[in-house]
Structures are given as structure tokens and as C-alpha cells.
């Protein structure tokens, strides 16, 4: 059926048995493969695939491809990532077996911008192409926009200017999902007019590992009419904020989006992140505040600064230690026992641990003083704060 390079399959067993045991998802990544071999028994045995994988393969010919590809019928699905077929011309004669493929991967396949045009001249049904990389660094705008496309996947790439992104919307305005990870785009040099007009139907856009530094390209993904859900994980721009900051001042700056970095955004958050947004830059100078804190404070009014509470234990207190007719103001530690503040007191008092009582008075207790009777509790569970007293009294012998 296929030629390989090497003794890879073994291909005894009957045709019938074939057809009947062959899936309709056939995989055949990694297995040498350099020519379609005998057409017929492609046809044979390929008659109900529907999905077909042959990447990292050998294929360099796209005369080859197109053998395989004319003799799978129902073929929705190709994968041909991993082939060194950069080495050969796609002719619209062989991309006319294509026709069928709603799903191409071509990635690391090094394919040109000529070949992808011929064949998306070739294939009126593709829904999703793969072009990963592929080192590109710019873009050649087809001659023919493809109305079909739906998803495009061109990450690990090399686009860096803006211009070369806004001719994948003039090639494919019905676009829906973007996915431009890891290019290093540096910046959105567009208007909102015409970003609006490059990309209508875009849904769902990532920007994963770009070059984005300034919030005002942030601002400018409010322009797509249609999008829902953003992807902005690794960006110079948000490197210097916390990952909460980071969340709230990304959903508060796009009030479109139902979705962020994977994740849903309720309406709880979104209420969350604006309040959030308005108290983080009420204090910046106002030639520094951005136009969407105006559209807030409309809508929420001006918030007052939230309390800072500080919830950490106190770590020590002063307290009047009362011992006689004595008073003497001391600072002691919280994190200690009983057992250990006797010791510190020993000195004071002139009591030996043993022959010592100590009584804690809550300056705000109606009950009067409390028996510190247990040597190993903690200071800090009595609640002592600055102000209380301490009562040092000899046992009765």
C-alpha cells in the first residue's frame, strides 16, 4: 500500500480483512514513508478513513500526497506536520484532490505562502489550518480571500509586526479563532475602525508569549466585535504585576470577554475586578489614568479605599506587671508560655518560679482578673493586648 523506508509493516493479511479491521481514523505518524505505493490498494482500504495522520513522515513530493489524498474519499482530516515537502511545488492540479479537507496541518512542514495559497484556492471547505512552525516572518496575502476558515493555528512563528497579522484578516474574514502564541508580536498598530473591520467574526483570540508592553493594545482587543474569550499568559506588559492584579486589571479593561486564560469569568468576578480597577488608580495622577476608570466610576460611582486590615497575630504587647505596692511597665513576647514569662519575672519579683501566682486583667473585661494556672499555654491565647495588667502574687504556703 504505502512505501516505506525500512521494514515497518506487515501487510499479509487479506484485503478483506483489511477493509473490515481498518478505522476511520488511521494513524500513521513516524513510519517512514516516502511515496503512496500502489493507488488501487489505497483505494481499497482507505475507502471509509475519515481522519488520516502522516506526520513525520519522509513525503517530499506533493505529487506523492496527492495519490494518497485522490484515493481517500470521505478525507476531512490531514495531517502532514514533520514532511520535508518545502522541497517540492504544489501544483493546483494535485492541491485538486485536497478538495474535500475541512482540517489541514502543515505544521513544521515549512510550506510556503504559494503553496498554502494554492491550496486554499483548491479547498472551498476548510474549516482549520495548521501553519506552526513554519519560520515564518511575514505574510503573503492570497489573491483569493477564504471564506471558509474558521480557525487558524499559527503559533511558533517569528510575526512580529502588526502589519503582517492584519493580512490574515483580510484573507480570512470569517475567522473565529486566532491562536498566535508565541510569535513575538510587539505591538497593535491599527485603528479600532478598521480592526473592527479586518477581523468581524473573531471569537476567541491568543496572544500566549508575545511582545505586548503597553495596555493601550490591551484597549484595542475591545475593538473586535465579536470576541468572547483572550488568552494573554507571558506578556512583557504584565510581567511587574501580581497574578490577581493581573486577572482583575485585564477583565476590567475588557468587559466583553466570558472567558480569560482558560478560565470563565463570572459576573461576580467581573463586578470584583471593576471595583478593583477603580481603587487601583484612583490615586494616579490624571494624566495617567486610563479611559475606561472614567467608564467605571460611572457606573459604580467613586469607591471609597478599602480598610487594610492586618490579620497577623500580635508578637508582643506592653503590659503594667503589678507585684505589691510595685507597678513596672514591661514589653513581653506573645509567642511564649506561662512557664517562660514566670522565668522573665523571676528576676523582678524576687519569687522563684515555683512560689509564684499570675493573674491577667483584661482592661475591657467585666469578669476581673484570670488565673494564669497552665505553665505551657501560650501567652498569645489570653488575648493580651497593649494596656492590660499582669498581677504577680507569692503562693500560700
Known amino acids: 500500500m504505502w512505501c516505506f523506508t525500512g521494514e515497518l509493516r506487515d501487510w499479509n493479511t487479506t484485503k478483506a480483512e483489511n477493509r473490515l479491521n481498518l478505522p476511520s481514523v ?19 482500504f482507505c475507502a471509509h478513513v475519515f481522519e488520516l495522520d502522516l506526520s513525520d513522515n519522509k513525503l517530499e513530493d506533493w505529487h506523492e500526497v496527492s495519490k494518497i489524498v485522490s484515493n481517500v474519499p470521505h478525507l476531512e482530516f490531514l495531517n502532514l506536520s514533520s514532511n520535508p515537502l518545502s522541497l517540492s511545488v ?23 505562502w504559494e503553496t498554502v495559497h494554492t491550496i486554499l484556492q483548491e479547498l472551498p471547505d476548510l474549516e482549520e489550518l495548521f501553519l506552526c512552525l513554519n519560520d515564518y516572518e511575514t505574510v503573503s496575502c492570497s489573491p483569493v480571500c477564504c471564506q471558509s476558515l474558521k480557525l487558524l493555528h499559527i503559533t511558533d512563528n517569528n510575526l512580529q509586526d502588526w502589519t503582517e497579522i492584519r493580512k490574515l484578516g483580510i484573507m480570512f474574514p470569517s475567522l473565529d479563532t486566532l491562536i498566535l502564541a508565541n510569535n513575538n508580536l510587539t505591538t497593535i498598530e491599527e485603528s479600532e475602525d478598521s480592526l473592527a473591520r479586518l477581523f468581524p467574526n473573531l471569537r476567541s483570540i491568543n496572544l500566549h508569549k508575545s511582545g505586548l508592553h503597553c495596555w493601550e493594545d490591551i484597549d484595542k482587543l475591545n475593538s473586535f466585535p465579536k470576541l468572547e474569550e483572550v488568552k494573554l499568559l507571558g506578556i512583557p506588559l ?7 492584579e493581573r486577572r482583575k486589571l485585564l477583565i476590567a479593561r475588557l468587559p466583553s470577554i466570558t472567558k480569560l486564560n482558560g478560565s470563565i469569568v463570572a459576573d461576580g468576578e467581573r463586578e470584583d475586578s471593576e ?18 476608570y472614567h467608564e467605571l466610576v460611572t457606573k459604580y460611582g467613586k469607591l471609597e479605599p478599602l480598610a487594610v486590615v492586618d490579620l497577623r497575630p500580635q508578637s508582643s504587647a506592653k503590659v ?3 507585684f505589691q505596692d510595685k507597678v513596672e511597665e514591661m514589653s513581653i513576647r506573645l509567642d511564649q508560655t506561662v512557664a517562660e514569662l514566670k522565668k522573665h519575672l523571676k528576676t523582678v519579683v524576687q519569687l522563684s518560679t515555683s512560689n509564684m501566682l499570675l493573674f491577667y486583667l483584661d482592661q475591657e473585661a467585666p469578669f476581673g482578673p484570670e488565673e494564669m494556672k497552665y505553665s505551657s499555654r501560650a501567652l498569645h491565647s489570653y488575648g493580651i493586648r497593649d494596656g492590660d495588667k499582669i498581677y504577680v502574687e507569692p503562693r500560700m504556703k
Open 90 to 112: 504544489l501544483e493546483r492540479s494535485c492541491a485538486g484532490s485536497f478538495a474535500g479537507v475541512r482540517k489541514l496541518v502543515l505544521n513544521n512542514s515549512k510550506a510556503s
Open 320 to 322: 503594667e506587671v503589678h
Open 26 to 44: 488511521l494513524v500513521l505518524n513516524s513510519c517512514g514513508i516516502t511515496c503512496a505505493g500502489d493507488e488501487n490498494e489505497i483505494a481499497a
Open 238 to 244: 504584565l510581567q511587574s504585576y501580581t497574578t490577581e
Open 275 to 292: 471595583r478593583f480597577f477603580i481603587r487601583y488608580y484612583m490615586e494616579f495622577p490624571e494624566e495617567e489614568v486610563p479611559f475606561r
